[in-house]
């Protein structure tokens, strides 16, 4: 049972003697390792996945699968790579040539160079295995110096093989305002596929991160998994094939659909990187190896502070203007949140954008709206001493703008075809350098004449339809990746000017969350639905692949029927910002919400970069409860939500996890409504660790009230 729960997968040794000499390739993690096997043949093989292991026990390891499995030769299963040759032959094999490992602190880096003995064509296989924190980014370099280019029509970042008897897959599909639904099943025979071929938004529909675990469904603390997300803002698709052995192969990568891509001689096509990590701990630990690897690696200034901040969205929508704007910085300042973030509907002149019909493409303030422009509302906030951050669309356009009148061969549509909408708008070509140029100077003519831009929201509001670049002419199949180049190249620019501004990732809600926009970004809107209720579930669903100083939480007033309270309680699990009329506050409620921001301030140390622990799942009950534990366990944050909880509802006791069984803590409520106090019977009380996690905590005391919250700090004593 143990060898059943700890391999993932490996080969044993049925044929020593065939392989007594093989080279193996070992890349491990401070808890796992992935272990490579140079076959009798000179093919790699995957002989190992599973719990790191002494170096004699790798030894006895034969055999295995093709780690990069190629198509049209003797492999009958879906490929990682399938390229068809300047003579028309669409066979590949890739042999071993060498390989190389360095080591840099937390980073051990493997390349290994394959080539096919035949034609021209070299894959080296890149692995980064991060130490501390378990997870292993894998992807691959294609190169080939045939005459003319070479079709590729297959081209994964990683192909990973499993052995275990039973594969169980979640996944979080969704819809605008219904982001990250979490879904499990059993795998049977056959291929199951997730994948987005949406262009751009590509998250729309699905999320693009998984869990699989073998032998058996995983839970928060047990079971073994690995978590898996590609880095990429453009289409993706994982498949997960189990063969007639009950053998699977998860292959992960950009989805090739319409996307054959034509390799010149001497190109090198990158794939983009498959960030995974395998744990036997369960779907917490697996999180927490992704959110210690983002904060470090993978989210742009992960370990730096992020801004509260007011944004106009909910409480304006287009509708303001100056003085209206002058009196949300009073507002806001009355609130004590650092920044106040101009939404949509502050631009466009010929064109002026007063709702979603019309303005985009022309980022230049409306001068009737704002005829002082934004240098003068940069500066009266600062005159109120806070910040100002302001929203762009800029891979968009209205055909109600003058950029859709000056450029018609700047935009993504279909000749001898109707234009499609998304939201009345278009999406530009950005795979043509001129667009690339314009999309970072409405960045940087902006920061220009205003440096005192603090924020940005970086918003994409639609998918792609009808879509033809007139820059790729004969060459639309690169469309979907050159778009996504494109995307990646003005973020470059804009970083390389920019290092450290704010930028939040926002696509119509949550349909753009991936690792590969995010090491530019500091943060992403997952949802534009912001009822207490549902944020739970929203903000729990990405807290499985996102670090929490990653997810705007922001306090609106969707969800009327819950208290003020429920919803900022909610929004303080991420990170904390405002969307709402602050003078309709009661003064109750202003009192309430200024303590709160500064609650939150406190605590937010512990919240966005302590240890998760998830603990109670919504899915599983009518509440959820879930703490953060600070790295040295001297601190921790416990948020307790009731959901639809009837009156009877029989809840046990919570045992808390990942704290140090020998500290003393004080177990105190936070965050209370003016003239409540907490009925938590201990409240106030001083308990061991160890008491917390074995006896835990009664969080459900006297009558429980449907959509109420409590925030508990525990400190060491
Ligand atoms: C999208 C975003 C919202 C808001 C609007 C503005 O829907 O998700 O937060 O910025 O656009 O049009």
Not at 118 to 126: C, Q
Not at 194 to 208: D, M, P
Not at 421 to 428: D, H, K
Request: overall charge neutral; some cysteine; proline content about 4%.
């Amino acid at each position: 049972m143990l060898t059943r729960l700890t391999v993932a997968f490996a080969f044993s040794c049925l044929s020593c003697h065939l392989f007594a000499q093989a080279q193996q390739i070992i890349i491990e993690t401070s808890q796992s390792a992935l272990v490579l096997t140079v076959g009798g043949n000179q093919r790699v093989l995957q002989s190992y996945l599973g719990r790191k292991l002494a170096p004699a026990a790798y030894a006895a390891l034969t055999g295995g699968r093709e780690v990069y499995l190629t198509a049209g030769m003797d492999n009958q299963f879906e490929p990682a790579i399938r390229l068809v040759h300047n003579d028309g032959n669409p066979s590949l094999e890739l042999k071993y040539v060498s390989h190389k490992t360095t080591r840099e602190h937390d980073l051990t880096q493997t390349d290994i160079v394959l080539k096919d003995p035949v034609y021209p064509v070299e894959v080296t296989l890149h692995y980064t295995a991060y130490q501390n924190s378990g997870v292993i980014k894998s992807w691959a370099d294609i190169l080939h110096r045939e005459k003319k280019p070479v079709m590729l029509t297959q081209y994964a970042s990683a192909l990973l093989h499993f052995n275990s008897e039973e594969y169980w897959l979640t996944q979080f599909h969704g819809d605008w305002a219904r982001e990250v639904n979490m879904v499990e099943e059993k795998l049977t025979n056959g291929i199951k596929t997730l994948e987005s071929k949406l262009g751009t938004r590509t998250n729309f529909y699905q999320t693009q991160a998984f869990f699989l675990s073998l032998n058996g469904k995983s839970s928060e603390t047990a079971g073994e998994l690995i978590a898996g997300t590609l880095a990429w803002t453009g289409n993706f698709q994982y498949t997960f094939e189990v063969d007639q052995r009950n053998g699977l192969r998860v292959r992960s990568g950009i989805n090739a659909y319409a996307s054959e891509y034509y390799l010149a001689p001497g190109e090198t096509f990158t794939t983009p990187a498959f960030i995974f990590t395998w744990t036997d701990q369960g779907k917490g630990q697996a999180s927490r190896n992704l959110h210690t690897w983002a904060r470090n690696f993978g989210v742009l200034d992960g370990k730096g502070p992020r801004l509260t901040l007011l944004n106009n969205w909910e409480a304006t929508h287009t509708s303001f203007n100056e003085t209206r704007l002058t009196e949300l910085f009073d507002e806001g300042k009355k609130l004590g949140i650092d920044l106040f973030l101009l939404d949509d509907g502050w631009f466009g002149n010929a064109f002026p954008r007063n709702d979603d019909k019309a303005g985009l493409g022309d980022w230049q303030e409306d001068k009737k709206k704002l005829p002082s422009g934004l240098g003068y509302l940069v500066k009266e906030a600062e005159k109120k001493s806070i910040k100002f951050g302001i929203w762009l669309e800029p891979e968009m356009v209205n055909p109600k703008s003058e950029l859709y009148q000056k450029h018609p061969e700047w935009i993504l549509k279909l000749p001898n075809r109707e234009e499609n909408y998304g939201r009345n708008q278009l999406v530009l070509d950005l795979v043509n350098p001129q667009v690339q140029d314009f999309v970072f100077a409405v960045v940087d003519d902006m920061m220009t004449k205003n440096p005192g831009i603090a924020f940005i929201k970086w918003d994409c509001n639609r998918s792609m339809t009808n879509a033809y670049s007139p820059y790729l002419k004969e060459k639309q199949s690169h469309l979907y990746i050159a778009y996504t180049q494109g995307l990646y190249k003005v973020m470059e620019r804009i970083r390389a000017k920019y290092p450290h501004l704010p930028i939040m990732l926002c696509a119509g809600g949550g349909g753009r969350t991936d690792y590969g926009a995010m090491k530019y970004f500091t943060e992403f809107w997952p949802s534009d639905n912001t009822d207490g209720l549902e944020r739970i579930f929203i903000q729990w669903g990405y807290s499985y692949f996102f670090p929490s100083n990653t997810i705007s939480a922001h306090v609106t007033s969707m969800g009327k029927l819950q208290s003020l309270k429920f919803r900022t309680d909610v929004a303080m699990m991420g990170k904390m910002g405002y969307d709402i009329r602050v003078n309709n506050f009661t003064p109750q409620e202003l009192q309430f919400s200024q303590e709160a921001v500064k609650t939150y301030k406190r605590i937010s140390e512990t919240v966005w970069f302590g240890n998760l622990y998830r603990l109670i799942s919504p899915y599983e009950e009518s509440r959820a409860v879930l703490m953060y534990v600070s790295e040295n366990k001297s601190k921790a944050i416990l948020f307790n939500y009731q959901l639809h909880t009837r009156r009877k509802d029989l809840f046990g006791r919570v045992q808390l996890q990942g704290l140090d069984p020998q500290k003393k803590y004080r177990f105190r409520e936070i965050n209370l409504f003016p003239d409540t106090k907490s009925i938590n019977p201990d409240n106030n009380k001083v308990l061991t660790g160890e008491y917390l996690m074995n006896i835990g905590l009664n969080l459900a005391p006297g009558r429980i009230a449907p959509l109420s919250s409590n925030i508990f700090e525990l400190t060491e004593e």
